[in-house]
């Protein structure tokens, strides 16, 4: 069967905060001028949002820029942060520290991310952009020159055995002038295009966290509605990047999450126990006790700033948001940054529509440059990098660069790949992580349950691996398959006959997230994440 061709003026590949702003940025430039332009969005999750995980604190200055009546529109930014905190934390202390300019969150705004897409799409919609949820883009297209000419959804209703069953639907290629690729963090698409036209030739490695979240409704007496916690500390040892936030939202609800930098050397290191131990510090459990979680999720975020952005335009298309790696990490904020690129896309795009060509779209990096995004950006490029030097090199070196030298500093650090780091297994001390409560800690398959994550059982795994005996050579082997613990959702297990020989990596495909983890951080690359069945993977409310 041929598959159907649907044709626009702009595709773009996730309704997330950076394809959904291209896209309305671009149709507010097409009412402004009389030269309206088709635009498609289409989403790999079951809707706009599903799929959108962040802590979330927003700074507005994008939304500002976009919708400045966003107010009397109903945007549900509903919660000022009001009162900022920044800790220390020891097994058992938790020792305050004065809060770094970029933490200060006076006229920011606690919030959903994932709410705040949905509304975005609304305002989309009002204007005209067709959104197709549910529609994962499984397969850039080009034409005869190497020009991305659009893209494909996968087929629907294909076995495990690879065949399509009694419900197969083939997929639809969505054809455009110009294709915007904003699939946020390690998009499947996007890193093929990294290949294909050597985007990365000139940039530094990417670098990424973990992030981990839980949505929790804790009594009146814990609720301090606008308040806004950072800890660094415990229970990291001095050489892994990570910290936690507690975000107090309306309702009673507090987010709470931890982010830890998958430049770790411990393969035994597990980050979802580690979150979870978080939990039991003195000053962290009260705020739990007798309260209910609602809501979890993962998901992995680029850290490599200024220094590890890409070459961001192709033949045919360009690379938005977090795709892009434009994510502020001293300020913990990237949904401004990821706005921001989408819009200053659609205004290269809009120019490029009008005047009637098709050539590179040179304009959006120009453009960018040109922005406080591209100067906020360079003037915290050393600070990520220089927690090589461990917790206290790190701190010491971020306070001369912002309060001395300003951002300003005459020399840039540098990145390795994340997947070049463990030791391995017995170089490395093991972790005796406690078992969880049930109350305040939890195991990975209750939380997966709560994530409200569903695949169709019977399709292809959409977890790959190059070279399945390289899971027992070599990560078994080495690091005690570390893709045991990197996964927050028990995705990977190591099992073994009666005799208890003859181990196998089995992948619980039905358990992932989207979290992208095991893609980044397996020592030989051998893990290939690509795209399920649309539809599928979590169902965030709320997050």
């Not at 959104?131 to 659009?150: C, H, M, S, W």
């Not at 415990?234 to 982010?259: C, I, K």
């Not at 590179?360 to 990096?365: I, S």
């Not at 390289?470 to 927050?488: F, H, K, M, T």
Request: hydrophobic share 35%.
């Amino acid at each position: 069967m041929d598959r159907d061709k649907m044709e626009y003026d702009v595709v773009i590949v996730g309704a997330g905060p950076s394809g959904l702003s291209a896209a309305i940025r671009l149709k507010q430039l097409g009412q402004q001028t009389g030269q309206d332009f088709s635009v498609c969005v289409i989403e790999k999750g079951s809707e706009v949002g599903a799929h959108i995980l962040s802590g979330a604190v927003l700074e507005p200055r994008a939304l500002n820029e976009l919708i400045p009546d966003w107010k009397e529109k109903g945007a549900p930014l509903n919660t000022p942060a009001e009162k900022d905190r920044f800790l220390f934390l020891t097994k058992r202390r938790a020792i305050r520290l004065p809060t770094p300019p970029q933490m200060n969150n006076h006229g920011n705004y606690i919030i959903s991310l994932g709410n705040l897409c949905r509304w975005l799409g609304q305002q989309a919609e009002a204007l005209g952009v067709e959104i197709y949820p549910g529609f994962a883009a499984a397969e850039v297209l080009t034409d005869e020159a190497g020009r991305v000419r659009g893209v494909a959804t996968g087929d629907m209703g294909i076995g495990k055995d690879g065949k399509p069953t009694a419900s197969h639907a083939r997929g639809v290629e969505l054809l455009a002038k110009y294709t915007l690729f904003a699939e946020g963090c390690r998009g499947s698409l996007t890193k093929t295009l990294f290949k294909r036209f050597d985007l990365r030739r000139d940039c530094d490695p990417q670098t990424f966290g973990i992030g981990i979240k839980e949505l929790w409704e804790v009594q009146p007496e814990q609720h301090q509605q606008g308040t806004v916690v950072h800890t660094i500390g415990w229970p990291m040892d001095w050489g892994t990047y990570g910290g936690s936030f507690l975000y107090h939202l309306e309702n009673r609800q507090v987010a709470v999450g931890f982010v830890i930098g998958l430049d770790y050397e411990n393969p035994h290191l597990s980050p979802f126990d580690e979150f979870q131990r978080f939990k039991t510090h003195p000053a962290v459990r009260p705020i739990f006790e007798g309260g209910r979680r609602v809501a979890y999720g993962a998901r992995a975020l680029n850290e490599g700033g200024f220094q590890a952005i890409p070459k961001l335009t192709f033949p045919g298309g360009a690379i938005v948001g977090d795709s892009a790696g434009f994510l502020n990490v001293p300020k913990i904020k990237g949904t401004h940054t990821a706005m921001k690129s989408g819009m200053v896309a659609a205004e290269a795009l809009h120019e490029m529509l009008a005047a009637g060509r098709v050539d590179e779209l040179t304009g959006y990096p120009e453009r960018l440059k040109r922005t406080w995004l591209w100067d906020e950006l360079y003037c915290v490029r050393n600070v990520r990098p220089s927690f090589r030097l461990g917790m206290w090199g790190g701190l010491a070196y971020s306070a001369l660069d912002t309060y001395v030298m300003r951002g300003r500093a005459p020399w840039t650090f540098h990145h390795h790949d994340d997947n070049a780091t463990l030791r391995r297994a017995g170089e490395c001390a093991p972790i005796d992580y406690p078992k969880p409560d049930g109350k305040i800690t939890f195991d990975k398959l209750s939380s997966v349950f709560v994530s409200n994550t569903n695949h169709e059982e019977n399709q292809p795994p959409h977890l790959k691996l190059t070279e399945p005996r390289i899971a027992i050579d070599v990560n078994l082997a080495l690091y005690d398959a570390p893709e045991q613990r990197y996964c927050p959702a028990g995705v990977y297990e190591i099992v073994r006959d009666d005799s208890g020989a003859n181990p196998r990596l089995q992948i619980n495909a039905q358990n992932c997230v989207h979290c992208k983890t095991c893609d980044i951080k397996d020592p030989l690359q051998n893990i290939n994440w690509v795209v399920p069945e649309g539809g599928g993977g979590p169902n965030y409310p709320n997050m």
